[in-house]
């Protein structure tokens, strides 16, 4: 591995599952390999045991229905290691050509989503991916390949209001449905996902989950903090009910949010 040598984190078992993603991608890909990058919490602070390790691989071109099948095989090794992290681990196989900048016409790629049993299956990258590439391009960690900048064109501040005007409708949805986050790992998700929306429109930049949290507090005169603080705490018991009042809160939450998205939203 490159970037950061043999050890691209500061976790020893994470290092160790990352070593053998990239033997095999590497393996499996042959001359098809380009680069593999970390991003997300890995890249941008805030890592615990409650994160995800997400990875981005660059490929020469679209892949074959037989390079698909041993990469879906290979993954599958990975995930009956039995390392907690196996699971816990989301890769996106995307073109170099369609790595650069954002091309909705050309976002379905293979993904492999944390959790038991999932398996690596055709994914569209909607404009969430305007996000990751920035975070990819200005803090990506280089496993193998050429650095990142090189592979992605730059996103600009209104990209990045845009990429969350486009993607509100999700958690919108929740207001017709409250039910979807009755567990406390999906509702806490929400809450913090708002809370970098928010930071997001507001700055026309991108930080980890604690950080926009933690701004996000003093937002609406600290209405939010404790909401904000229990969804911190709620992300290591994803099982559990969530507790009436904040779902109630959730919502409300979402509800502020619509409002500084569209009232934000730069024009094309």
Known sequence: MSGRGESPTP?????????????GARGTL???????YLFGSLACGDF????DVDVLVVTEGELTDETFSA??????RLAAAGTRWATQLEVSYIPRDAVRR?????????????GEGEQLR?????????VQRHTLRERGVTLAGPPPHTLIDPVSPDDLRRAMAAIIWWPAEILEDPTRIKRRGYQSYIVLTMCRMLYTIRH???????????WAEGEAGGLWAPLIARAWEGRSNPRLGAPPEDVSG?????????????GHEPQP
């Open 11 to 23: 976790y020893a078992e994470v290092n160790a599952l990352l070593g053998r993603l990239l033997e």
């Open 30 to 36: 042959g001359g098809q390999f380009v680069g593999a």
């Open 48 to 51: 615990d045991r409650d994160s």
């Open 71 to 76: 990469l879906r095989a290979m993954h599958g």
């Open 102 to 114: 954002h091309d909705p016409s050309r976002a379905v790629h293979p993904h492999i989503d944390r």
């Open 122 to 130: 055709l994914v569209r990258h909607d404009e969430d991916w305007v």
């Open 204 to 214: 026309g930049a991108v930080v980890s989950k604690r950080a926009a949290a933690r």
């Open 250 to 262: 959730t919502l409300d939450l979402i509800r502020y949010t619509l409002g500084r998205v569209r």
